[in-house]
């Protein structure tokens, strides 16, 4: 294990004053209130017409709505808590299954933690790790995005944990970034989300603790997940995982289950960040910083107090809007971006321990082509 | 391809008169209403406690319930159609994404045939196959488990296309039937059985036709996935898969999708099945047939006219609640239940074509040891 570097502990590149997000200012909440993106907002929620473009096609368009659908129409977990799959109590199908009041001891928070994480992995999730509820990554307001309604938000006193999980995005479908077909490995993780982390708060449930399943509406998930040890943050202001690279989507659970916890990695990410710069270089809305990482906002979309590159999140979405899509391609050419395979795992055992092989790893990377953008029609050959 | 045997043709095993079935026949939906089965119904449907016994701890119980819980609180798709994810149309979320009225031309069924296979299993499908949509297969009349209302039931006309899609179960799970933990494999079947073809159903709604998703809601799955090539009928009442044998769960999306057909398969499960008999030896509830294949039903819960083993649906059901769970013994000893592995490639080709072996080859799955109940503690370890 590395230096965590300043502010150790939990959060490890904390370095200053830490102001709970405001969800309002979640830059997809904050073009529903602020008129200087309501052009773009229209787009972006607006309908899409097929194109004379590689990967904007009817099929693209109909596979990334479809890949949506579970998330838009059932989870909500990027709009509002408490909603749908994303619900706090469990519906009465559930609840009448189970004994009331019978609550499981737990002697052993270790082999809990490994229970919960097998449970989560059979449910779907791809990478599980467990943290205290650092109340600082808790939303100090929810906004809703249908109601409008702007008001206090906390979770529950006695939800102490909180177990991260990530789920991988598809490789091929990413590589197409920023298309439509992009979008739909995006959107089919969202998607599971809400499957996944309803499932595992349920397990929990019927051992007779609390359990809430969450997406994008009640906390900030990198920060969680780092503190859970899932990755790093990466310049590209994505969790950077050791097995997926930014190719993954965040949930959490926040329970009362006794859990033993994990603890934040290292494994060379910042070092690597400092000199790699590819998704700076390829982010089309220019979104992403060039230089050194500061506690400096870019604007309200950011949160304060923590070391990173932080994202130009306005720029980010204008993208978006414009492209009349996503876009993932700071996902898609950063070096982290791997399958599996042995030669890989050599590559990330010399850049977590022999940092000075870097600038030759970032160069053999782009020699060998990888994250280049693939066709879209591909997929459907 | 061998011979299919009487009624040749779409589907192969008829050999009479078809009633189409009606719901509150179902065994489920019978305990329902049928004083008979009062008892019974109290206890499958009510709470459960853990006991001392293996497979029923709390964790096992826990894990049964999560895993039944997207299908019990958002599916329905095992108690009515048109409802939850299996809702017949999309939510507006879904609908405002995409242009309306834009229908995409279908020059080549083929072509969209092995699209819709594809966006199948990248949505979590572990097989797929088309067939038209036979109706007498569709229910006759519908029954709600929670109003009681029973009434005359048909699909749009237009759906002329069936996509039949099988989910596999965890194979470690099902060994330790009949236990809850085992349960836990069917339960996480059935609840992504909506997710599955709710999504496939909006991919087609998003090339501008008309898709229904469904699960056990609305036709007779057996007969539509024999029909669409996904397997042969077992003597364990089960569609028998060529890769995963019995360990599957069934859901379709009917579709006015001009689509390219599949036709039935025969790969030696019928002829294995008649020597075999190991499903009707471990059914602790002795509801599967040592006999020959009869059009005979034993009771209203048998569809008619097809020559199968028909299960006595009764005595399955009465075994469920006494058990205090459900049952797979007879997918857990089917000889066709196995994982992905050479020998078992090399094995199912030698039943397919040299069934002169069959005998020799129960004999070899007996002594290796196969289907043997496995400690469901073991999981917890």
Redesign the interface.
């Known amino acids: 294990m590395k230096d965590l570097g300043p502010g150790k502990g939990t959060s490890f590149y904390i370095v200053g004053e830490i102001s709970r997000f405001d969800q309002k200012n979640e830059m997809f909440k904050r073009s529903m209130w602020d008129p200087q993106f309501e052009q773009e907002r229209k787009i972006y929620?607006?309908?899409?017409?097929?194109k004379e473009k590689d990967g904007f096609s009817?099929?693209d368009?109909?596979?990334f709505?479809?890949?949506?659908?579970?998330e838009?129409?059932?989870g909500f977990g990027t709009a509002i808590h408490n909603k749908?799959?994303f619900s706090w109590d469990?519906?009465q199908?559930?609840v009448?299954?189970?004994?009331?009041d019978?609550k499981?001891k737990v002697a052993d928070p270790y082999w809990m933690s490994r229970?919960v994480k097998?449970?989560a992995k059979?449910?779907g999730a791809s990478e599980v790790g467990i943290s205290m509820t650092d109340r600082r990554w808790v939303y100090s307001h929810s906004y809703n995005i249908e109601t409008g309604e702007h008001r206090e938000f906390e979770l529950p006193e006695e939800c102490k944990y909180s177990i991260s999980v990530a789920l991988e995005m598809?490789y091929r479908l990413a590589k197409t970034s920023p298309t439509w077909l992009a979008r739909?490995a995006e959107g089919?993780a969202y998607?599971?989300l809400p499957?996944v982390t309803?499932?595992?708060a349920?397990?929990?449930?019927?051992?007779?603790y609390r359990a809430i399943p969450s997406g994008n509406d009640s906390a900030l998930s990198i920060p969680l997940a780092i503190d859970a040890g899932l990755g790093e943050l990466g310049r590209n202001g994505c969790l950077i995982t050791p097995r997926h690279g930014p190719r993954v989507r965040l949930g959490q659970v926040f329970t009362d289950l006794p859990l033993a916890c994990d603890g934040p990695i290292r494994f060379g990410v910042i070092e690597f960040c400092e000199i790699c710069r590819k998704c700076a270089k390829h982010c089309p809305g220019h979104a992403i910083m060039q230089g050194e990482r500061t506690t400096q906002a870019h604007n309200i979309c950011n949160s304060t107090g923590v070391l990173k590159w932080p994202i130009n999140a306005e720029k980010c979405f204008s993208f978006w809007a414009q492209n009349r899509g996503s876009c993932m391609n700071c996902i898609r050419v950063c070096p982290f971006n791997k399958v599996a395979g042995w030669q890989h795992e050599v590559v990330r055992w010399l850049i977590h321990h022999v940092p000075t092989l870097d600038r030759l790893i970032l160069m053999g990377d782009e020699l060998l082509g990888y994250g280049k953008k693939a066709r879209a029609a591909g997929y459907?050959d």
């Open positions: 929620y607006g309908p899409s017409y097929p009817q099929e368009l109909a596979l709505v479809a890949s949506w659908y579970l838009w129409g059932f749908g799959l469990p519906p199908s559930a009448r299954r189970l004994p009331p019978i499981r229970q097998r449970v059979y449910f598809d739909a089919k998607s599971m499957v309803s499932m595992l349920q397990f929990i449930r019927g051992l007779g459907w």
